[in-house]
C-alpha cells in the first residue's frame, strides 16, 4: 500500500490522488449484458502467473520502471501467500483473464472499524469494454458489505477520466481531502 492510501484509509478518507486505478470506461448498453458473462473470482497461489501478466500491464499503464522483470510476480505472490491482499480476477468467455484489483485491509479510526483499500484495479486491452472493470468493482463493494467493513477507498489518477467515470457511476464519492505523501525511496 503507498503512503498516500495508507494514511487515507487509516482516517477512512477517500481522496481523488493520482496513481492506482486505470480501469475501463463505463459499459455502453450493449456490453452490459456482456457483463453478465464476466465471471470473477479470488486468485489464489495456482493464479499469481496470471495475475502477475495483468499486474505487469497495470505497472506499466503508470509508467512504473521495475528493474527486475520477476518483481511483480514475486510482489504478488507474497500478498497472496501472506493473505496480505484480496486479489481478485476477471474471466471473460473466449478472451481468458483480463482483469484484477487488489485490495488492502485498513483500518478506520474514524468509524473504529476495518476499511479497505481498492489499491489496483486494470484491465487488459482486450477486455475492455466487456463489462470486466465493472465486475471486478462491483465484487469488491460485495465482499466489502459481506466483510461489515466502513467502506472502500481508492486512488486515480487526477487524468484517468475514464475510470473517475466508472467509479462515480458505481457509488464512488470524490472527497476534497489532501493527501500528502513522503518518498522513502
Known amino acids: 500500500m503507498n503512503g498516500q492510501a495508507q494514511a487515507a484509509a487509516q482516517q477512512n478518507v477517500p481522496s481523488p490522488a493520482e496513481g492506482s486505478t486505470p480501469a475501463?470506461?463505463?459499459?455502453?448498453?450493449?456490453a452490459s449484458a456482456s457483463a453478465n458473462a464476466v465471471s470473477v473470482r479470488a486468485a489464489g497461489e495456482a493464479d499469481v502467473e496470471a495475475a502477475a501478466v495483468l499486474f505487469r500491464?497495470?505497472?506499466?499503464?503508470?509508467?512504473?520502471?521495475?528493474?527486475?522483470?520477476?518483481?511483480?510476480?514475486?510482489f504478488l505472490a507474497e500478498?497472496?501467500?501472506?493473505?496480505?491482499?484480496?486479489v481478485l480476477l476477471a474471466d471473460v468467455p473466449e478472451a481468458g483473464t483480463v482483469g484484477f484489483a487488489q485490495v488492502y485491509r485498513g483500518f478506520s479510526s474514524l468509524s473504529l472499524r476495518?476499511?479497505?483499500?481498492?489499491?489496483?484495479?486494470y484491465v487488459a486491452p482486450e477486455g475492455r469494454r466487456t463489462g470486466a472493470g465493472r465486475a471486478l468493482?462491483?465484487?469488491?463493494?460485495?465482499?466489502?458489505?459481506?466483510?461489515g467493513v466502513s467502506g472502500v477507498q481508492l486512488e486515480t489518477a487526477y487524468d484517468n477520466t475514464?475510470?473517475?467515470?466508472?467509479?462515480?457511476?458505481?457509488?464512488?464519492?470524490?472527497?476534497?481531502?489532501?493527501?500528502y505523501f513522503h518518498d522513502l525511496g
Open 114 to 121: 476495518t476499511a479497505w483499500v481498492l489499491n489496483d484495479l
Open 79 to 86: 500478498r497472496i501467500a501472506k493473505d496480505e491482499s484480496l
Open 57 to 74: 500491464g497495470y505497472l506499466d499503464f503508470y509508467e512504473v520502471d521495475i528493474e527486475d522483470p520477476d518483481a511483480p510476480r514475486a
Open 137 to 147: 468493482l462491483r465484487e469488491v463493494l460485495r465482499r466489502a458489505r459481506e466483510a
Open 24 to 30: 475501463p470506461a463505463p459499459a455502453p448498453a450493449a
Open 162 to 179: 475514464v475510470a473517475q467515470g466508472l467509479y462515480e457511476a458505481e457509488g464512488f464519492v470524490r472527497e476534497e481531502f489532501h493527501v
